[in-house]
């Protein structure tokens, strides 16, 4: 097959990454342009915009498969790496810099050290991570036997076929990561729309309401969801509101809040969700999505309340259950003050391809489009 001819392309070196349930296009920021505008520029048409499903482009057309990374050696010290994750917005060339996402932050941690960036440890190595959008810092403990990162094991996680080597996540400092505090409002609980609502922001803004308060069981599959218009247009309406309630302004162009629907748990968890981002239910629930929601059931006056209330314990194990499957995240109390002092949880990742990405410039020209 022949070579295509270099004037036809920007090429520019690109791992495509699967991290969690979510996939990403991750990039070095050295490898990117510097000016943000012309940055995106090529980003966007990397992955295949402004076509939704992306046939031009590497993107997956969905939410969960049109995602990117982008990664540097970090100048802060509590940080070895810069991690600015970036939400590809279908259809729209636009790409959403205001949530993280904590499923590609699996990928951080050994990307960076199979990249050179961070040096390995024999036996395990913990990288520090800097979540440049919303300024939080996770430490990713990554499996490096004989300094070199493993990607087999035996971890399993739902919505991903087949098992991996795990990827220890341990966050600090993420209360109020994009809001500013746990409970935006103030309160447990809101009234927006006539629905109540507990607003909250444990690494991701998240407005929790009960299923049944909307008219739906919270057992239906993503597809009922998303064929359900009245349904979606009442969430967003809700989600409108919460966005300025919670200090995100106008968030009719943003990817947060996500607005979770929970219900009681069918499979021996502690509660049940299904997730919409923002406007899209998902196949599962995101990670620091979940983090948010089990912090909720913390709160006796939120609407997990009904469903189920946890006691402030040093250690408390939360299983959040989602169309896929389930999601154990762990949450850390400091008995002192009876206040959250962290969450872990567990994630594998692996990369899918190294190479360059070929981005297509236009038909009547040799040169870059930046």
């Known amino acids: 097959m022949p070579t295509p001819s270099p004037a036809s392309f920007q090429t520019v070196p690109c791992t495509l990454m699967r991290g969690g349930t979510s996939k990403a296009a991750f990039f070095h920021a050295r490898d990117l342009p510097a000016d943000a505008a012309s940055r995106d520029r090529l980003v966007l048409a990397a992955m295949g915009h402004p076509d939704a499903k992306q046939i031009d482009g590497i993107g997956g057309g969905n939410p969960l498969t049109t995602k990117v990374a982008i990664i540097s050696r970090s100048n802060d010290p509590h940080a070895d790496i810069d991690y600015l994750f970036g939400q590809v917005v279908a259809a729209e060339s636009r790409i959403d810099y205001a949530p993280t996402c904590g499923n590609i932050l699996a990928g951080v941690g050994p990307f960076a050290i199979d990249e050179g960036l961070v040096a390995a440890e024999d036996g395990e190595t913990v990288v520090r991570i800097r979540m440049v959008n919303t300024e939080a810092y996770c430490d990713a403990v990554v499996r490096t036997p004989q300094r070199r990162?493993?990607?087999?094991?035996?971890?399993?996680?739902?919505?991903?076929?087949?098992?991996?080597?795990?990827?220890?996540?341990?966050?600090?400092?993420?209360?109020?990561?994009?809001?500013?505090?746990?409970?935006?409002?103030?309160?447990?609980?809101?009234?927006?729309?006539?629905?109540?609502?507990?607003?909250?922001?444990?690494?991701?803004?998240?407005?929790?309401?009960?299923?049944?308060?909307?008219?739906?069981?919270?057992?239906?599959?993503?597809?009922?969801?998303?064929?359900?218009?009245?349904?979606?247009?009442?969430?967003?309406?809700?989600?409108?509101?919460?966005?300025?309630?919670?200090?995100?302004?106008?968030?009719?162009?943003?990817?947060?809040?996500?607005?979770?629907?929970?219900?009681?748990?069918?499979?021996?968890?502690?509660?049940?969700?299904?997730?919409?981002?923002?406007?899209?239910?998902?196949?599962?629930?995101?990670?620091?999505?979940?983090?948010?929601?089990?912090?909720?059931?913390?709160?006796?006056d939120a609407v997990t309340a009904s469903i189920t209330t946890l006691a402030r314990a040093p250690v408390n194990d939360v299983s959040v259950e989602h169309p896929t499957g389930e999601f154990t995240v762990r949450l850390m109390t400091d008995a002192t003050n009876n206040t959250l002092t962290g969450a872990a949880l567990l994630r594998t990742a692996r990369p899918l391809f190294r190479g360059q990405v070929l981005v297509s410039l236009p038909s009547d020209s040799t040169e870059s489009p930046l």
Not at 183 to 191: C, N
Not at 244 to 272: C, F, I, Q
């Open 149 to 300: 990162v493993i990607y087999s094991g035996e971890q399993m996680i739902c919505g991903v076929p087949g098992t991996a080597a795990p990827i220890v996540l341990r966050f600090s400092s993420i209360l109020g990561s994009s809001c500013g505090a746990l409970l935006p409002s103030g309160r447990a609980a809101d009234q927006l729309e006539g629905v109540a609502v507990t607003c909250i922001d444990h690494g991701m803004p998240v407005v929790l309401i009960r299923a049944t308060d909307l008219g739906c069981t919270g057992y239906e599959s993503p597809a009922e969801l998303d064929a359900n218009p009245p349904l979606k247009a009442r969430i967003e309406a809700i989600r409108l509101k919460a966005g300025a309630l919670m200090g995100l302004g106008d968030v009719t162009h943003k990817v947060v809040p996500k607005m979770t629907l929970v219900s009681p748990a069918r499979e021996g968890g502690t509660l049940n969700t299904r997730t919409f981002i923002p406007q899209k239910c998902h196949d599962a629930i995101g990670v620091l999505g979940a983090v948010s929601v089990a912090s909720a059931c913390l709160f006796p």
